[in-house]
């Protein structure tokens, strides 16, 4: 026991550089440091229920004092640790250099990264993000994704966990976008872009599981029988409030977003892939006294789906995995709507560590009105954090098909919809 804050210590050191930008995203407006300079520093480790031990708390001070802040990077390189959806494994890592033009309105950001899973991502970026006295965003991004093992065990609820499956995706996406902000707290936002032809493929990369390809265990799911998948043009408007005190480890306001996505089919042959989708998702931080607060999370999608038309498997919504369902395996459930509700309890035990108990309920469905919350996991963990950013988290969850164990560099009811400018493909969870 008396080795268990060394023990800490030498694992925040490690994790905080490379899970700053794993989850303080580099596509996101900067906040202030995470942490004071040496000279300001303050003796923070009685700020939890028990005082912390000065080796962990030293440990996280001087490694966020060494790594620098939440927000997005200076002009020049850096490293690209974010970008990479669920599943790509727990760390991903690439070059990346930004630059800023007109005179500091504008910027050009490029990056490119791998993860641990062989996912691959290479990225470019032109946006104007303070325009109109800081009341209108402009922006284009291009993202070419190679997604090597992607979970898929078949439409419904009652989906078997024996019959998973995985597939490979290849995209490019081009997107323009905009936001209108009235007042800080509030945003309006459109996006148009064109999604190239998603190339489905059998599963590659590292690590990879001996499970059969999509193509063979779901032959007759739209789309997966497909030799070619059609382009997309897609669009979407969106409403955003967000009143919380820091995006990375809330302790106070909340953030409510709904949004409408239109997919259109540009295949020469058909247009079987019209659809659209319909969203709505809020997240409160309720502090309850100094060192507790509890957070709640709701989210629904319902598609939209014309006579004659479908929506292919990979663009359903699905649940499971590490911010949803934490019991299941991450994009366990697809349909074309789902519910989900979160609520966790958190006491922050030492200044830079919580410990958290939380319950997750949610299913799919095919239409709205047949949802319900009959899968549930619940369980407990702990978070690790500066002030105002989450670096690091570790959950255990049980549910019907047993105990999971996740780490993750996120805070878990983070909302990444915020900020993902591209078309969510596949539909993430």
Not at 94 to 115: E, L, N, Q, T
Not at 335 to 361: C, G, K, P, Q, Y
Not at 387 to 394: G, H, M, N, P, S
Request: aromatic share 10%.
């Amino acid at each position: 026991m008396r080795c268990l804050p060394v023990l800490l210590a030498v694992l925040v050191a490690a994790v905080s550089g490379s899970a700053r930008a794993q989850d303080l995203r580099t596509d996101e407006r900067p906040e202030p440091d995470v942490a004071p300079s040496p000279a300001t520093a303050r003796d923070n480790s009685h700020d939890g229920l028990f005082a912390e031990p000065r080796v962990l708390n030293d440990a996280i001070t001087r490694a966020f004092n060494r790594f620098g802040d939440t927000g997005s990077p200076n002009n020049g390189f850096y490293l690209e640790l974010s970008n990479m959806i669920t599943g790509s494994g727990w760390l991903s890592i690439g070059p990346g250099y930004r630059r800023s033009i007109a005179g500091g309105a504008g910027f050009v950001d490029m990056s490119a990264a791998v993860s641990w899973r062989a996912y691959n991502m290479m990225q470019g970026r032109l946006e104007f993000p303070d325009l109109a006295d800081k009341h209108l965003a402009i922006g284009s991004q291009v993202m070419w994704q190679d997604q090597t093992q992607i979970n898929y065990f078949g439409i419904g609820s009652s989906s078997s966990e024996s019959d998973k499956s995985q597939y490979r995706m290849q995209s490019i996406d081009s997107v323009a976008y905009l936001a209108i902000k009235p007042v800080p707290s509030l945003s309006f936002g459109g996006e148009y872009g064109f999604l190239r032809r998603p190339d489905v493929m059998v599963p590659g990369g590292t690590f990879k599981l001996l499970l059969p390809p999509t193509e063979e265990a779901f032959p007759g799911d739209p789309g997966v029988s497909d030799a070619f998948q059609p382009n997309y043009l897609h669009g979407e408007l969106s409403i955003t409030s967000d009143t919380r005190d820091h995006r990375s480890r809330p302790t106070s306001g909340g953030v409510y977003r709904a949004a409408w996505t239109d997919f259109v089919d540009q295949s020469s042959s058909s247009d079987t892939f019209n659809f659209r989708q319909l969203e709505a998702e809020g997240a409160q931080f309720i502090p309850m006294m100094d060192n507790w607060v509890i957070a709640l999370h709701g989210w629904v999608v319902t598609s939209d789906v014309p006579h004659g038309h479908d929506v292919p498997f990979y663009l359903l919504p699905s649940l499971g995995g590490q911010n949803s369902l934490r019991s299941y395996s991450d994009y366990r459930f697809h349909d074309r709507a789902l519910a989900l509700v979160n609520a966790e309890s958190r006491w922050t035990l030492f200044a830079h560590m919580d410990a958290a108990a939380f319950i997750d309920a949610g299913n799919v469905a095919p239409e709205f009105r047949d949802l319900n919350l009959n899968k549930t996991s619940y369980g407990g963990g702990l978070r690790f954090h500066t002030e105002k950013a989450t670096f690091a988290r570790v959950d255990a969850a049980y549910g019907a098909e047993g105990w999971r164990v996740i780490f993750r560099t996120s805070d878990p009811l983070r909302l990444s919809r915020l900020t993902r400018r591209v078309a969510a493909v596949p539909f993430v969870p």
